[in-house]
């Protein structure tokens, strides 16, 4: 299994604070991913990054920001919670060879609950 | 924009039957990706297709691709309830990006 961990596993806060999961790898990938799973939508893509401080956007990033400062570490900040991100969080890696055919590799996922 | 669609959403089926998923999508693309995923678990890959008439089988899964069709096929043969799971199928915005849209997944279920 690609060597991915998510931290928090769970978390349970309250709408308006500030929430960060992190990412981390040791694969040494270039691309890592974040994504989140709701019952009905199947996986959607927030932002992912091509490299150290490089970053995009994905089709739902509105209320979220990241940040990679090390090739190993993605972090996913939500800057005031709101009860709409209540959501299972995945984060994924994969290496690219120049044509984007590399699979993307899961995290084991961050549920996060917004009261 | 490119658009993924499963069908069916929710199969249940018997043991020793045969079935095929569907993914059809949008627009254009060089690579689809078939995942598993278990209750409360995160996502397996299980096959890479990159090329119009690409077949790839593992076990009692065989997955095809379609280009032309923009058609994606994950048949399963004489099933058994361990391959009770949720079936996801991503493909690849074109344009060299690495972005991945899915689909929204189809929960099999294997009654003995």
């Known amino acids: 299994d690609a060597g991915i961990t998510q931290s928090p596993r769970h978390k349970v806060t309250e709408t308006g604070t500030p929430v960060t999961l992190r990412c981390h790898q040791t694969e040494n990938h270039r691309y890592m991913y974040w994504y989140r799973q709701d019952p009905g939508h199947g996986l959607r893509l927030i932002h992912y990054s091509y490299g150290v401080k490089d970053t995009d956007k994905g089709e739902v990033s509105d209320g979220y920001s990241v940040s990679r400062s090390k090739t190993e570490d993605f972090l996913l900040t939500l800057e005031s919670a709101t009860s709409s991100q209540t959501s299972v969080y995945f984060c994924?890696?994969?290496?690219?060879?120049?044509?984007?055919?590399?699979?993307?590799?899961f995290g084991p996922g961050t549920r996060l609950t917004v009261l | 924009e490119l658009k993924v669609e499963q069908n069916p959403l929710f199969l249940s089926m018997q043991e020793g039957k045969n079935y095929t998923i569907y993914c059809n999508y949008s627009?254009?693309?060089?690579?689809l990706y078939w995942y598993r995923q278990d209750p409360g678990k995160s996502l397996e890959s299980l096959f890479v297709?990159?090329?119009?008439?690409a077949v790839k089988q593992e076990g009692r899964l065989m997955a095809s691709l379609d280009t032309k069709a923009r058609l994606s096929t994950l048949h399963i043969t004489a099933a058994v309830h361990d391959l009770s799971a949720t079936y996801f199928c991503a493909v690849g915005a074109q344009g060299g990006s690495e972005k991945l849209v899915f689909g929204k997944g189809t929960k099999l279920t294997v009654n003995p």
């Open positions: 297709l990159l090329s119009n008439g």
């Open positions: 627009t254009t693309s060089d690579r």
């Open positions: 994924a890696i994969s290496e690219s060879r120049g044509r984007g055919t590399d699979t993307q590799y």
